[in-house]
């Protein structure tokens, strides 16, 4: 039978504005100093200890009940400010009945997961999957809990189950009005197996999720309790400080540890490198500052290698003469499009550029290890904990089994503490010093021995009819990046255009550079999205069309893209509530944009809208007033609240990047070294950010993370074009001369 | 060996007097929670106050603070009317800055008890990724309504 999930519209649809607090939180707030205190109870300081469900009967992997009827959770996915953890025990809590105020959370035992086959599915945190993943295991782990505690129940009166309701943790047997609370039942009902596992609620039954709850994760974060990777500390640790080679791939010549050894408090120098880690230098002391101050007057010799000359200028060049080739890969061939554009009146042509960006998290790249001959032990933030343990073994020979992961908090992530180079550097490290050692990269470091997001380049032509609208289209893409990110995301959210256009020619290049990439928020649509959009936009205006009215005929008019429907509705909440085509003063434009982070390798989608209203001095000095964003949630929203955030990081992200931010390379090496030359969005610079979530389709949507992130500069660019008449194709902003007349 | 007064307790610490604050507080006396991000006073992640000022102790010298009042997010209570505020604004997302932050604004609040919007943006210089700069602009103001009525 089709689902069609009945809730009430005007419920469910969350319109709230960041500024002013509006809906979202004035319904959850504490009403007092005691609720606030049990909220600052529920997660321990130090995530990985499994102290808090020490006491308690375990159900299932997923949770434990205390004899006192506290819940604790065990939560498999790194908490880096998406509020996983309230998330993650808000999917469980809705189908065991307990008692919110009962639950604690911390983090799934890595080490368990390894040893007993993957018990807890999936641990990586990456591609919007806290939620979109384990949604409905979480949901069949708390039913199925919920109802083994029943049956304990039902055991213990010698009644039938369906006499029996529960609320908050309390089963009442109704005839008799007797009552059990879960951890007087948790015992037994460890030991009672189902006969069959129970159906999971279904959206309109839900009374917890899709509605906002307040972050467990905060309070922690308030009186600066909450254990971040960077500040474990260990009985009899050490510190390093370590410089890499700062031409990636080089080598270290020579280095001359004498000069520094006698220096206070310096242990060692050690020289590390190996499979996937880089060359390079580290001095161990009893500090930081002694390990770091040492470190900066050590003398050390370099061979950059074969890339010493390699430089983001010429990796352009190389890019932009590919752009000439037929491209080596065609994702999609329809009809005759070079045909088409070769013999069109009207042709609109453009190439568009982006640079390499950092992550730049607050919380430097770090890791505390301590390895033994049979045993190793790391405390990390990091995003994929068992990938982490499967190079710990590799690199040291200690099986799996005996490898103990400590996942902490994250500085963030964006994606770039998935890459764990920074465990296996820790781990290098450690095993030449045979002490636990906390290595911690400079900010500096941390900068130019990124993951970057990938460099791209690509040239899109489309070809008008007598109408305006496109009758054929040509993209070619020139990837430019490391091995690490592949195909997949060269051509992501280009591979199906949801506009109609009856010829159509996608083909594409990779060309491979010693620069380490990886993923950055929103993975390959924070570059492919920013050309298409504004290559719509640029069409729209080539056809003297409105560019809003354009994306609507594009969409209506085309009966192959079965989601066009869901893509207007999202498309006119934007242009709603930015009040689209209303009067603005001189100098200030809105442009929008659209998409849905469809990937070739899966069948969800987010459909995300923004307008951006914009205003650009006659000096050209950008101003980003106001974004609106209108996104799809499908029938899921665990958490308004932490979602809603996630939107705004997302706006500030993309806008940073857009205005300002690029990493180079010369002669090899990156340019940039902290927040001087790679900024950060500051506070005068946020724009107000509207949310608007819209429930536009059925079905599960691909996550929400990163699914707004690659709108934000088209949409932005797309006004500066409305103000300015300047048409924004490579970003940043920061180098190009928006004034106007 | 350095004499420190830190939350309000006497530390005896065995650093050089030009080791950066910042890194004694956290390797030395094991205060945790005032961060490290850039190393060069930028980001304000390892705010902290000194005779009640707000200082970036990444660029503050261990020697420059003996015999001054130094006060860390750890010594600020927990109950400060800018932590309650940021409680209920639930502010942080990953919230690394945010003990910097918190204290950037405590300072700024004991010295304007009421800041306009622009007070903020000139006076808390301090960075967020995460893009808080909102919220925290939100609960600035309730922190001030919060600290009025004690």
Redesign the interface.
């Given at each position: 039978m089709h689902f069609i999930p009945k809730i009430n519209r005007r419920e469910f649809m969350v319109t709230s504005f960041s500024i002013g607090g509006g809906f979202a939180l004035g319904l959850v707030f504490p009403q007092n100093q005691a609720e606030a205190a049990a909220i600052a109870a529920q997660i321990g300081r130090n995530p990985w200890e499994a102290s808090l469900g020490k006491e308690g009967i375990e159900i299932n992997p997923w949770l434990v009940v205390g004899t006192d009827d506290t819940v604790t959770i065990r939560v498999a996915q790194s908490e880096m400010g998406q509020g996983t953890f309230t998330s993650w025990s808000k999917m469980i809590v809705e189908e065991l009945e307990c008692d919110w105020s009962k639950v604690r959370a911390e983090y799934a035992s890595v080490n368990r997961h390894v040893r007993e086959n993957k018990v807890y599915q999936r641990m990586a945190t990456n591609s919007s999957s806290s939620v979109r993943v384990s949604r409905q295991y979480l949901q069949q782990a708390g039913a199925s809990a919920r109802e083994r505690l029943m049956a304990a129940a039902a055991e213990q009166w010698a009644v039938p189950r369906s006499e029996l309701t529960v609320n908050a943790g309390v089963i009442t047997h109704t005839p008799t009005g007797r009552s059990l609370r879960y951890g007087q039942v948790a015992q037994k009902a460890a030991s009672i197996r189902l006969p069959k596992e129970p159906q999971i609620k279904t959206p309109e039954q839900f009374t917890f999720m899709n509605k906002p709850t307040r972050m467990l994760e905060t309070p922690l974060r308030v009186d600066g309790s909450a254990t971040y990777g960077i500040d474990v500390r260990i009985p009899g640790m050490l510190y390093a400080a370590v410089k890499q080679s700062p031409v990636f791939l080089g080598t270290v010549k020579k280095f001359d540890a004498n000069a520094v050894k006698k220096r206070p408090g310096v242990h060692s120098v050690v020289r590390f490198g190996g499979p996937k880690v880089e060359e390079g230098v580290a001095v161990i002391a009893d500090s930081y500052w002694h390990a770091k101050s040492a470190l900066d007057l050590l003398p050390i010799e370099w061979d950059g290698g074969t890339h010493s000359n390699d430089s983001s200028k010429g990796f352009f060049e190389m890019a932009r003469k590919a752009l000439d080739e037929p491209g080596a890969r065609v994702v999609t061939k329809k009809g005759d499009a070079e045909g088409v554009i070769n013999s069109s009146a009207k042709v609109v042509e453009a190439v568009y550029e982006l640079p390499y960006v950092d992550h730049a998290m607050m919380e430097p790249m770090n890791c505390t290890a301590h390895v033994t001959a049979d045993r190793a032990e790391v405390w990390v933030g990091t995003q994929n904990p068992e990938e982490a343990v499967s190079q710990i073994s590799k690199l040291t020979g200690i099986p799996e089994e005996n490898v103990y992961l400590h996942n902490c908090f994250l500085g963030s992530g964006f994606g770039r503490r998935g890459a764990n180079d920074d465990v296996r550097l820790a781990v290098v490290i450690a095993k030449q010093v045979g002490r636990p050692v906390k290595v911690i990269w400079s900010r500096e470091e941390t900068m130019q021995h990124g993951a970057y997001r990938p460099m791209r380049v690509s040239r899109f032509r489309g070809a008008l009819g007598p109408d305006g609208m496109p009758t054929a289209f040509h993209t070619r893409v020139i990837g430019i990046e490391s091995p690490y990110p592949g195909d997949e995301q060269t051509i992501r959210g280009l591979h199906k255009l949801p506009y109609r256009v009856t010829h159509e020619l996608f083909d594409y290049h990779s060309r491979e550079t010693h620069v380490p990439n990886g993923p950055w928020t929103s993975v390959g649509r924070s570059q492919n999205e920013f050309f298409l959009e504004t290559f719509i936009d640029e069409l729209a205006h080539a056809a003297g069309k409105d560019p809003y009215e354009y994306r609507r005929l594009l969409l209506e008019n085309n009966p192959d893209f079965p989601q066009a429907k869901a893509w207007l509705k999202v498309l006119s909440t934007a242009a709603e509530k930015s009040k689209w085509g209303g009067k603005l003063p001189a100098g200030t434009a809105r442009g929008i944009a659209i998409g849905d982070s469809r990937r070739i390798t899966r069948d969800e989608i987010t459909i995300c809208a923004i307008v951006a209203t914009v205003s650009v001095s006659k000096q050209g000095k950008v101003r980003a007033e106001r974004f609106d964003v209108a996104m799809d949630t499908g029938p899921f929203l665990v958490n308004p609240l932490a979602a809603e955030r996630q939107i705004e990081m997302q706006v500030v992200m993309g806008l940073a990047a857009a205005l300002k931010q690029e990493i180079t390379i010369e002669k090899g090496r990156v340019v940039q070294s902290n927040f001087h030359d790679f900024p950060l969005l500051t506070r005068v610079e946020v724009p107000q950010v509207a949310v608007h979530f819209v429930r536009a389709t059925d079905k599960p949507i691909a996550g929400i993370g990163e699914e707004a992130l690659g709108w934000v500069a088209p949409a932005l660019c797309n006004a500066i074009f409305a103000v300015t008449g300047k048409r924004v194709r490579s970003l940043p902003l920061k180098n190009h001369d928006l004034s106007w007349a | 060996m350095l004499s420190l007064k830190v939350n309000g307790r006497v530390f005896a610490v065995d650093?050089?007097a030009e080791?950066?604050l910042l890194?004694v507080i956290?390797?030395?006396i094991?205060?945790?929670?005032?961060?490290?991000?850039?190393?060069?006073g930028?980001?304000g992640?390892c705010t902290v106050h000194v005779n009640g000022k707000a200082v970036r102790s990444c660029q503050t010298r261990a020697g420059q603070v003996v015999g001054q009042e130094v006060t860390?997010?750890?010594g600020?209570g927990?109950t400060h009317p800018v932590?309650?505020a940021?409680?209920?604004?639930?502010?942080?997302?990953?919230?690394?800055?945010?003990?910097g932050q918190?204290m950037a604004v405590a300072a700024l609040l004991a010295k304007k008890p009421n800041p306009t919007d622009a007070d903020?943006?000139s006076e808390?210089?301090n960075?967020?990724?995460?893009?808080?700069?909102?919220?925290?602009?939100?609960a600035i103001h309730r922190a001030a309504q919060l600290a009025s009525r004690r």
């Open positions: - | 650093v050089e080791t950066p890194w956290r390797d030395t094991g205060l945790t929670g005032t961060k490290y991000g850039c190393g060069v930028m980001c992640a860390t997010i750890e600020l927990g932590q309650e940021w409680r209920d604004g639930d502010v942080p997302e990953c919230g690394y800055c945010q003990p918190i903020i943006t808390i210089t960075l967020c990724r995460c893009g808080t700069y909102s919220r925290m602009r939100d």
